[in-house]
């Protein structure tokens, strides 16, 4: 079966500090990863994605992640954090042999210390 | 750069009513994906169509029912609404039904009371 683990439903984290938000994924096919993010209310932004390639995925508003196939993980990191950047991060797997349909960890919510 | 249009943005039913969302996908994009966020929760997939045929079929209840129209555009129909189907839903699109990107529409807000 599919699964998206993310561990941290919760996170806090000063403005100007480093951030880190954990995925893992269970996948029985080749699988493409996304991260998006959501802000109260609002719908779902790609913040990055990753299909084949450099395992280093660079994606908007200073993000980047990395997938480790050996750790099945494709952890979100930010070297500093903006009070903007508080929201509900939500890591997303699909694959072809699935039919595309993407499936959703549970989300981390960030929040940003002044 | 276009994106993902649903309407109507919020909705408000009374149980045992019935709804229609719609959806207009990017243009060009010729693949709709239905998607519902319970409170709280993280998005499911409920169906996908592709040139307008279903592509496949995730936990959408037998009370909901959709497709896709010659413009590409998307419905879905929803009805004997039930209170636990208040909820975010949320089309998106892509083109071609290879490796490709999801773009998400703002979601349509549905309470049911």
């Known amino acids: 079966a599919q699964s998206v683990t993310q561990p941290d439903i919760h996170i806090t984290v000063s403005e100007g500090a480093s951030l880190e938000l954990r995925c893992n994924y269970s996948?029985?096919?080749?699988?493409?990863l996304f991260w998006y993010v959501q802000s109260p209310g609002q719908g779902l932004q790609l913040l990055l994605k990753?299909?084949?390639?450099?395992?280093l995925v660079q994606g908007i508003k200073g993000f980047e992640a990395e997938f480790k196939r050996s750790q099945s993980s494709f952890n979100l990191r930010k070297p500093s954090v903006h009070w903007s950047d508080a929201a509900e991060y939500f890591c997303?797997?699909?694959?072809?042999?699935?039919?595309?349909?993407?499936?959703f960890g549970a989300g981390t919510i960030l929040r940003v210390k002044s | 750069a276009a994106g993902v249009i649903q309407s109507p943005r919020h909705l408000i039913k009374e149980k045992r009513e019935t709804a229609t969302l719609k959806c207009y996908p990017i243009?060009?994009?010729?693949?709709v994906y239905w998607y519902q966020q319970g409170p709280g929760q993280d998005p499911q997939f409920l169906i996908s169509?592709?040139?307008?045929?279903?592509?496949d079929k995730g936990s959408i209840p037998d009370r909901f029912s959709a497709q896709q129209f010659s413009d590409y555009h998307s419905e879905l129909n929803m009805s004997s609404l039930e209170l636990g189907d208040s909820a975010l839903y949320f089309c998106?699109?892509?083109?071609?039904?290879?490796?490709?990107?999801?773009?998400f529409g703002p979601g349509t807000r549905l309470l049911v009371l």
């Open positions: 243009p060009r994009h010729d693949t």
């Open positions: 997303a797997v699909g694959s072809m042999e699935y039919g595309n349909k993407l499936v």
């Open positions: 996948y029985g096919a080749t699988p493409y």
């Open positions: 990753y299909f084949s390639g450099d395992t």
């Open positions: 998106a699109s892509s083109l071609g039904q290879g490796v490709e990107t999801q773009y």
């Open positions: 169509f592709y040139e307008k045929m279903q592509s």
